[in-house]
């Protein structure tokens, strides 16, 4: 059974970057969109956008547009989501999600979710 | 851009019935998708495409959506039913995006 392993918990500052992972335990990694989702402490959930991990393409939502990079790793089964000049309201779980789809996240598996928390 | 109102909590006696509402504009015109997220756990994708059960998920989940309003309903409600439950669409001008969740308590 397919897993997405995600990189480990990170403190970072405000106007810093940073970079979470998110590997496949299956060969087949491409052929799915990889989503990346987040959920700020108590509040509900957020999408930041999808990559394609076949073609490379992705698709950006709107609030994150400029600040958000995704790209992956095809020859370690691994994407990665960017977030550059943080703020402390981008202190969340951010969680990638294996989906056949662009425009639902089917969650054919979730990673394990990543906390990022920015502050001074 | 386009916006999802959920409610934010929704009580259900043990064994009765929940229904869940998510408003938007036209939204019957939309597939609509629901998430159930337990406390500490990643999202679970629960009714795809208004209706429709992903295997694995009970039948006691049922969905449906018309004019502005899209309903999540659990029939015969359980302890392991308390969730938060977000809705959730895909618009060309938003893309993907989520209504605000609601907390389901099973009393």
């Known amino acids: 059974q397919v897993q997405l392993v995600q990189s480990g918990a990170e403190v970072t500052k405000p106007g810093a970057s940073v970079k979470v992972s998110c590997k496949s335990s299956e060969y087949t990694f491409t052929g799915y969109y990889i989503h990346w989702v987040r959920q700020a402490p108590g509040q509900g959930l957020e999408w930041m956008g999808w990559i394609n991990p076949n073609s490379g393409g992705t698709n950006y939502a709107q609030k994150f547009q400029g600040r958000v990079t995704m790209t992956r790793d095809t020859s370690i089964r691994t994407a990665y989501m960017e977030l550059s000049r943080l703020r402390s309201d981008d202190t969340a779980v951010y969680y990638c999600a294996r989906s056949s789809y662009g425009d639902y996240v089917d969650g054919d598996p979730w990673g394990q979710g990543a906390l990022v928390t920015v502050s001074s | 851009s386009y916006e999802l109102t959920q409610p934010l909590s929704v009580s259900v006696a043990l064994g009765q019935t929940a229904r869940i509402t998510c408003g938007g504009n036209?939204?019957?015109?939309?597939?609509v998708y629901w998430y159930q997220q337990k406390p500490g756990q990643a999202p679970v994708l629960v009714i795809y495409?208004?209706?429709n059960r992903p295997s694995g998920i009970p039948e006691r989940f049922s969905g449906s959506n018309s004019g502005n309003t899209a309903t999540l309903t659990i029939s015969r409600a359980q302890a392991g039913d308390e969730a938060d439950y977000y809705c959730?669409?895909?618009?060309?001008?938003?893309?993907?995006?989520f209504g605000g969740g609601t907390k389901l308590t099973v009393l």
């Open positions: 959730q669409v895909w618009d060309s001008s938003t893309y993907v995006i």
């Open positions: 495409r208004d209706s």
């Open positions: 036209n939204i019957g015109s939309k597939n």
